[in-house]
């Protein structure tokens, strides 16, 4: 039975099989993405991000469980951008959430390096495309940090969870690494140790201080990820800012938003592969000695590899 069909009956081995087609970039992935889109769009998607160790796979872990115990079925992905030096955590990631895997209502992936940042984000926006049209009610990416490209995992989710930890240095340091634009919700997790308390009223303090219009104030839990501390609290603040981005047609707004920026990331990456496909790697090579050699500027050799040679 051809894969379109074992994915729409809901066999987990097709999900399986459809992820690694799209995490590699395959021309078959493509066309299962586009024949299953019209099924995409129902599920509640929720990223969560922070620093490398913050707890952000453990306090996944209790989102799942709560959501399983709310009888909702739950898709993960997770990205490794660094996995060459934390492939033990990654494995560790697998083994810990994949523990229910028993549980055929959950689904857990991770997904490694592959090229560059913006490809990785987008390969993990066309995962979470297919847990939504598999017909996970929920949604969930983990990201580390904040991706450089124009295109994040961040725009392709409802809720962003920005977690950090009282080690995280103060609040002025989470602002300059841009996690206040990000998030819907702040988790200071590890709130067993010493500073989560401090940590909560510098954010509070700095995100009263901006002088923003939006209605939504990204609330400030502490939890204790290991422990479920905080969990129900953490449950709460996604409902409430579900029912939030369900009024005034917010949800519609982020929609087209999330879309454009699919859009011109794809425009772009095409652009990319096909300019440095016509003999202009050996081209740049040359330029690049040119330009050590005083004989062009960098500007000047950008402006040659557009010309042919
Ligand atoms: N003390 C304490 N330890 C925690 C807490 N939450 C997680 N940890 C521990 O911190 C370590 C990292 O947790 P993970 O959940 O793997 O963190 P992560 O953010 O997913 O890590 P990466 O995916 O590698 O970036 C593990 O040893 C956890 O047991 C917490 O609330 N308190
Ligand atoms: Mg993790």
């Given at each position: ?43 509640r998607?929720i990223?969560i ?5 913050a707890g952000k796979s453990t306090l996944v872990d209790g989102l799942i469980q709560s959501y399983r115990k709310a009888g909702q079925?739950v898709?993960v ?23 229910r ?5 959950v ?30 009610d929920v949604?969930i ?17 409802h809720t962003t969870i920005v977690v950090i ?18 998030a819907d919700i702040f988790v200071v997790n590890k709130a067993d140790?010493?500073?989560a308390g401090?940590?909560e ?17 990204p609330p400030v839990l502490q939890t204790v990820a290991t422990s479920g501390e905080g969990m129900p609290t953490l449950i709460d603040a996604l409902a409430q800012h579900r029912e939030y ?65």
């Amino acid at each position: 039975m051809d894969l379109i069909k074992r994915f729409r009956k809901g066999d987990r081995l097709a999900l399986a099989r459809a992820i690694t087609l799209v995490e590699n970039g395959m021309q078959e992935g493509r066309d299962l993405l586009d024949a299953v889109h019209p099924q995409t769009g129902k599920a509640r998607r929720i990223g969560i991000t922070g620093p490398p160790g913050a707890g952000k796979s453990t306090l996944v872990d209790g989102l799942i469980q709560s959501y399983r115990k709310a009888g909702q079925s739950v898709g993960v992905v997770a990205v490794d951008p660094t996995s060459p030096f934390t492939g033990g955590a990654l494995l560790g990631d697998r083994i810990r959430m994949q523990s229910r895997w028993a549980d055929r209502r959950v689904f857990v992936r991770s997904m490694a390096t592959r090229g560059s940042w913006g490809g990785l984000a987008a390969a993990a926006a066309d995962v979470i495309e297919l847990l939504d049209a598999f017909g996970k009610d929920v949604v969930i990416a983990e990201t580390v940090g904040v991706g450089q490209s124009e295109f994040d995992v961040v725009d392709a989710v409802h809720t962003t969870i920005v977690v950090i930890v009282p080690e995280s240095g103060d609040s002025i340091q989470v602002m300059k690494a841009g996690l206040m634009e990000i998030a819907d919700i702040f988790v200071v997790n590890k709130a067993d140790r010493e500073g989560a308390g401090d940590m909560e009223t510098g954010l509070g303090a700095m995100l009263d201080m901006r002088d923003r219009e939006e209605d939504w104030r990204p609330p400030v839990l502490q939890t204790v990820a290991t422990s479920g501390e905080g969990m129900p609290t953490l449950i709460d603040a996604l409902a409430q800012h579900r029912e939030y981005l369900a009024k005034e047609s917010r949800i519609e707004e982020w929609e087209r938003k999330a879309v454009r920026a699919r859009i011109v990331s794809l425009v772009h990456e095409e652009l990319r592969a096909g300019f440095w496909k016509q003999g202009r790697q050996a081209r740049l090579e040359q330029l690049v000695g040119e330009v050590l050699a005083r004989e062009r500027t960098p500007g000047d050799a950008a402006q040659a590899l557009f010309s042919p040679a």
